[in-house]
């Protein structure tokens, strides 16, 4: 009887490793979404009412289902399939622990330990496979697909479609001087000739003097970050040129008033950061006509809730967040 067991065992155990040996692609469902689960579904589900108010997922963002992963939040797709380095989903939970975008937010769940870190990447560089699970569906626009490796098509991705027509892509040549002033640029995704661009590395020596290299692709940039430079207003005339602008963030920036009245023409920005700015109401009213706007970020600034309000009543279409 011993014996018997003995060998069964052995069988099964060499069995589980050539399984492993052959089977190295991350499984989803059993690695990944446990993950997501315990440390981030809280703030990215479904809308759900709470005391009478209807509680939305954080950024727009729900990673309760597959199609919702790959849809992304306010700030477009968040898993470009390959790229792990191109994924905000991946870039969020390997910030910094005091960046202000680092993912779980500090002290509201456990961060990602090291080994979590490299399943979440091998998963998206793998190809962001969702295997047979599909998550929530309730909430799916019709036209998107459950899941399949495909990325569904959600109204920003529309807009990034429409916004890239008739736009060469350029080679990375086109931004050097960029790169040697301390900015990071990426293609929006594969294939798009839409760009990104941040100082995330490089905050607290990026100066205005700095960004002047940007205006060699104005015209290509559809992402800004420069929180917690050391942007001021001046910079914002240029900023006004970025005719293809979505995501703006100035968060944590000397940015005030007078830099967002040279905003107004952007006019496809969707979003804008500006927590921790001096921004007061009178900035808000530089924005109140600009209509593609769907989510400003206002805590820590000098805006109040009544002028928060405002905001809302002219832009019903916004996420005016400012607690
Ligand atoms: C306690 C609430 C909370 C938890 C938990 C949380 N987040 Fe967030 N998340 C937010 C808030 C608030 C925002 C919006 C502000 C911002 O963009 O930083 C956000 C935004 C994001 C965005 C950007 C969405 C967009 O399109 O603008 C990503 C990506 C993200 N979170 C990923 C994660 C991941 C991955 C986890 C788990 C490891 C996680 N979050 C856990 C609150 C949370």
């Avoid at 990325?151 to 040549?173: A, C, F, R, T, W």
């Avoid at 995330?200 to 917690?228: G, M, P, Q, Y």
């Avoid at 040279?262 to 979003?271: A, E, S």
């Avoid at 309000?309 to 019903?316: F, N």
Wanted: aromatic content about 6%; some cysteine; glycine content about 8%.
């Amino acid at each position: 009887m011993q014996k018997i067991f003995h060998a069964a065992f052995i069988v099964a155990a060499v069995f589980s490793l050539s399984q492993s040996a052959q089977a190295q692609k991350v499984d989803f469902e059993k690695q990944v979404w446990p993950i997501i689960e315990a440390k981030c579904v809280e703030c990215h589900r479904e809308p759900y009412e709470e005391n009478g108010r209807l509680k939305k997922p954080k950024g727009g963002l729900r990673l309760d289902g597959a199609w919702a992963i790959m849809m992304g939040g306010e700030g477009g797709a968040t898993v470009d399939p390959g790229k792990s380095d191109h994924s905000e989903l991946f870039a969020r939970v390997t910030l910094p622990e005091d960046d202000d975008d680092f993912m779980p937010p500090t002290g509201k769940a456990d961060p990602l330990t090291d080994k979590e870190k490299e399943l979440l990447a091998k998963w998206i560089d793998e190809g962001a496979d969702f295997g047979g699970w599909a998550g929530n569906l309730k909430g799916k626009p019709a036209e998107v697909s459950n899941a399949g490796g495909k990325i569904p098509v959600s109204e920003i991705q529309e807009l990034y479609k429409k916004l890239s027509e008739g736009v060469s892509p350029l080679k990375e040549d086109a931004w050097k001087d960029i790169t040697a002033s301390g900015g990071r640029v990426m293609p929006l995704s594969n294939s798009s000739p839409l760009l990104s661009v941040d100082y995330r590395l490089t905050a607290e020596d990026a100066t205005d003097d700095k960004f002047a290299a940007i205006k060699a692709i104005s015209d290509h940039v559809a992402h800004l970050d420069l929180s917690r430079t050391q942007v001021t207003d001046a910079t914002m005339s240029d900023v006004s040129k970025m005719d293809r602008l979505v995501r703006l963030d100035l968060h944590q920036t000397a940015i005030s008033d007078e830099g967002l009245s040279h905003l107004k023409g952007l006019k496809n920005l969707r979003y804008i950061n500006l927590y921790g700015t001096q921004v007061s109401d009178a900035g808000l009213n530089q924005l109140k006509s600009m209509k593609s706007l769907r989510a400003v970020y206002l805590w820590n600034s000098n805006a109040t809730p009544k002028g928060a309000k405002a905001l809302r009543a002219a832009l019903p279409d916004a996420k005016i967040n400012i607690d």
